[in-house]
């Protein structure tokens, strides 16, 4: 059974970075499509970062240039490097994986994704992130 975890969610104000954490169990982690989502109050959720399995990121329009995601197959974690956050980025934040989605499924997550759609085997039970201005 694949559990995910979130952590590194808190406080920041706009302009600032912030680092999110989703650690894994499971045996094939370097086999999944990762990928980060968020979902702001009253808004659906919506595909913000994912990596395939062969490292290659993808990202959504607003967090392109701003957000990097990366994974530490040793360590199975995935990991969001948030810089230059404004408060329209302020959202639980949500880790996801699909086990066998290909390379350009894993793109389409990221870069497609509204709430439904695809086939996403777990979720984490997110972290909360909110952007000050």
């Known amino acids: 059974q694949v559990q995910l975890m979130e952590s590194g969610g808190g406080s920041v104000q706009s302009g600032g970075s912030l680092t999110l954490s989703c650690a894994a169990s499971?045996?094939?982690?370097?086999?999944?499509?990762m990928g980060w989502f968020r979902q702001a109050p009253g808004k659906e959720r919506e595909g913000v970062a994912s990596m395939d399995i062969n490292g290659t990121p993808s990202y959504s329009d607003s967090v392109k240039g701003r957000f990097t995601i990366s994974r530490d197959n040793a360590k199975n974690t995935l990991y969001l490097q948030m810089n230059s956050v404004t408060p329209e980025d302020t959202a639980m934040y949500y880790c996801a994986a699909d086990l066998s989605a290909p390379p350009d499924t894993c793109a389409w997550y990221s870069e497609n994704y509204r709430g439904s759609g695809g086939n996403l085997n777990a979720w984490g039970q997110g972290t909360l992130v909110v952007v000050s201005s």
């Open positions: 499971g045996d094939t982690y370097s086999s999944w499509c």
